[in-house]
Antibody
Framework: EVHLLESGGGLVQPGESLRLSCAAS????????MSWFRQAPGKGLESVSL???????YYADSVKGRFTISRDNSKNMMYLQMNSLRAEDTALYYC???????????WGQGTLVTVSS | DIQLTQSPSFLSASVGDRVTITCRAS??????LAWYQQKPGKAPKLLIY???TLQSGVPSRFSGSASGTEFTLTISSLQPEDFATYSC?????????FGQGTKVEIK
């Protein structure tokens, strides 16, 4: 069964850093495109970053230069390094297996990031 | 970025009703559109991809269609478990953007 599990969320102050992890099981993560999405409290979904199976990376303008997506093929895991965090980065962060032609599925259960002083 | 305008934002309906949600793209996105269902405290669930292809395991009362830059999600007969928020997503160009969501509540 294909399964994703995020971890690493927490409460941090503005300007601090956090690294989110996404553990994949049931498939080889490096063979697929993978993405991070987020959802601020009471708001809609937003794309944050994507790493293609070939290793190309993409970012939303709002996080470009501050966030870095990566993966560890030996551990079958994906990461999101988040630096210079802002209050507006507060959200539930999801990882998902994605494909342009077939959408995002499955999704993890999410990990909450709260940026507040 | 491609904007997706979803309507309505809120919908009150009864069990058995036919429900239609519309998503309009600010530019052409071919058929790179997906629909998701999200219940409170849960991750989104993929319902439809490629504008009209039903994801495996999703009930056949859900359907999607497209006409130019306008996309539609239809629930033919609303069931109690369908009360949720529905969002469209374009995957034509990154960043893959979402509509603002349609909350379907019980009348």
């Amino acid at each position: 069964e294909v399964h994703l599990l995020e971890s690493g969320g927490g409460l941090v102050q503005p300007g601090e850093s956090l690294r989110l992890s996404c553990a994949a099981s049931g498939f080889i993560l490096s063979s697929y495109d993978m993405s991070w999405f987020r959802q601020a409290p009471g708001k809609g979904l937003e794309s944050v970053s994507l790493i293609s199976g070939g290793g190309n990376t993409y970012y939303a303008d709002s996080v470009k230069g501050r966030f870095t997506i990566s993966r560890d093929n030996s551990k079958n895991m994906m990461y999101l390094q988040m630096n210079s965090l802002r209050a507006e980065d507060t959200a539930l962060y999801y990882c998902a297996k994605v494909a342009r032609s077939t959408g995002a599925d499955p999704w993890g259960q999410g990990t909450l990031v709260t940026v507040s002083s | 970025d491609i904007q997706l305008t979803q309507s309505p934002s809120f919908l009150s309906a009864s069990v058995g009703d036919r429900v239609t949600i519309t998503c309009r793209a600010s530019q052409g996105i071919s058929s790179y559109l997906a629909w998701y269902q999200q219940k409170p405290g849960k991750a989104p669930k993929l319902l439809i991809y490629a504008a009209s292809t039903l994801q495996s395991g999703v009930p056949s009362r859900f359907s999607g269609s497209a006409s130019g830059t306008e996309f539609t999600l239809t629930i033919s007969s609303l069931q109690p478990e369908d009360f949720a928020t529905y969002s469209c997503q374009q995957l034509n160009s990154y960043p893959w953007t979402f509509g603002q969501g349609t909350k379907v509540e019980i009348k």
